[in-house]
T-cell receptor
């Protein structure tokens, strides 16, 4: 396994712009999570996919946020009309439905800075 | 609802001293409990987990934690701190793999190791 990868690692944008992040989970992991981590805080759950189905969304996920996992493999998280309060680390994690089914494996994160 | 409280946002120990990081949880169902470590500008790495088997759990890098239901605690310990242990540590709770498995994190504890 090559681990969970995220792209880009860093993104600086101006307020009002749209941004999109990508997450590639560990191959054959059918469960995928997005979390947001602000400075000095623990990660907060945003959304969960099982295969291509988005099964849970946090109330933190405003209508400016949208996530997809079109073929049940990689996922994208888009933020429209970014605000300074969106500045955070966005973490992706994946989990298997076979073997070790309890552990979420995290990617390195995408750090977003909104100017 | 589930929640996690980590007592002490900063803990400082001398190299070779005992490490004790405190975590208390609240859960209306039998919890799954996790400790993750995060190094600067990196994702989270699993240290250890409790999933209703043995109450004393051993993890990587010499860390261990004990699940105490009566105290709703899952404190992390290491007998002898090493300089490389300096990092951010997060305790997390979930409802188990049968549910979405989303993690609820505490606010984190920064461990400083002095030479």
């Amino acid at each position: 396994d090559t681990g969970v990868s995220q792209d880009p690692r860093h993104k600086i944008t101006k307020r009002g712009q749209n941004v999109t992040f990508r997450c590639d989970p560990i191959s054959e992991h059918n469960r995928l999570y997005w979390y947001r981590q602000t400075l000095g805080q623990g990660p907060e759950f945003l959304t969960y996919f099982q295969n291509e189905a988005q099964l849970e969304k946090s109330r933190l996920l405003s209508n400016r946020f949208s996530a997809e996992r079109p073929k049940g493999s990689f996922s994208t998280l888009e933020i429209q009309r970014t605000e300074q309060g969106d500045s955070a680390m966005y973490l992706c994690a994946s989990r298997s439905n076979q073997g070790d089914t309890d552990t979420q494996y995290f990617g390195p994160g995408t750090r977003l800075t909104v100017l | 609802a589930q929640s996690v409280t980590q007592l002490g946002s900063h803990v400082s120990v001398s190299e070779g001293a005992l490490v004790l990081l405190r975590c208390n949880y609240s859960s209306s169902v039998p919890p799954y409990l996790f400790w993750y470590v995060q190094y600067p500008n990196q994702g989270l790495q699993l240290l250890l987990k409790y999933t209703s088997a043995a109450t004393l759990v051993k993890g990587i890098n010499g860390f261990e934690a004990e699940f105490k239901k009566s105290e709703t605690s899952f404190h992390l310990t290491k007998p002898s701190a090493h300089m490389s242990d300096a990092a951010e540590y997060f305790c997390a709770v979930s409802r188990g793999s049968g549910n979405t498995g989303k993690l609820i994190f505490g606010q984190g504890t920064t461990l400083q190791v002095k030479p």
